[in-house]
């Protein structure tokens, strides 16, 4: 199995445990947790900021001295926008479930100092419909660039089945500002219905990396470079929560030119 693609490590608790150290990189991190009602996560570093995303089911937050009440609204990836919570670098937060929670902890460094905590309402996150024809998915922008924070780039994407995502093939592993940032990224899969497959593949022109790898309900799969073009198959809605940070907060990606003839109109 690719050591790009990694597998759910439980069904409950903690599911997901992506470290920069695990990852093999320098910025992000991701951990997803799985909660019974009334079970409750904590966490908060001094030199990492967070962007704690309810995936799926509901729970009271609290951030620092703050007391968000309860947060979460949709019972589904699939059924709507989500509510977030930021918390910055050095900001103890805890999370109790009142329904059953799919909580993701996104990470990458951060100042002490900086932000304040802050929910990320449903309201406030754009949602966007990118591509034609078969290349068409839908982007829920929960922490674009246009927002407060360090490092951190949040967003998620729903490509309905049958459909490409990721496409034409970009990379963003170049620290070459204007044109291209150097950004790590993550992929959370998850399927509606929850037996399904996508696919996606990293690869680099050269082809010193070229992973395709077989993605299924729960999966996290690693960019550390390279492009990596995501395809769901038919009959299978593919929901993914993607992190991002690097040196810089900015989304410049390159597109593989052998393919950009697929943007012409």
Known sequence: MSKLLIKPQASKGRV???TPETAGWTYVGFDLHQLAVGETVSGGEAGREMCLVFVSGKGTAQAGDKDFGELGQRMS???GKPYSLYAPA???????ATTELTLAVCSAP???GNFVARVIAPRDAEALTRGKGSNVRHVVNILPET???ESLLVVEVITPGGNTSSYPPHKHDKDNLPHESQLEETYY???NPPQGFGFQRVYTDDRSLDEAMAVEDGDVTLVPRGYHPVAATHGYDLYYLNVMAGPTRIWKFHNAAE???LLKP
């Open 77 to 79: 990836p699939f059924d």
């Open 259 to 261: 393919h950009e003839w």
């Open 110 to 112: 951060g100042t002490v």
């Open 90 to 96: 050095g900001t103890q937060w805890a999370v109790t």
């Open 147 to 149: 927002e407060p924070a």
């Open 189 to 191: 899969h998850r399927m």
């Open 16 to 18: 997901h445990h992506v």
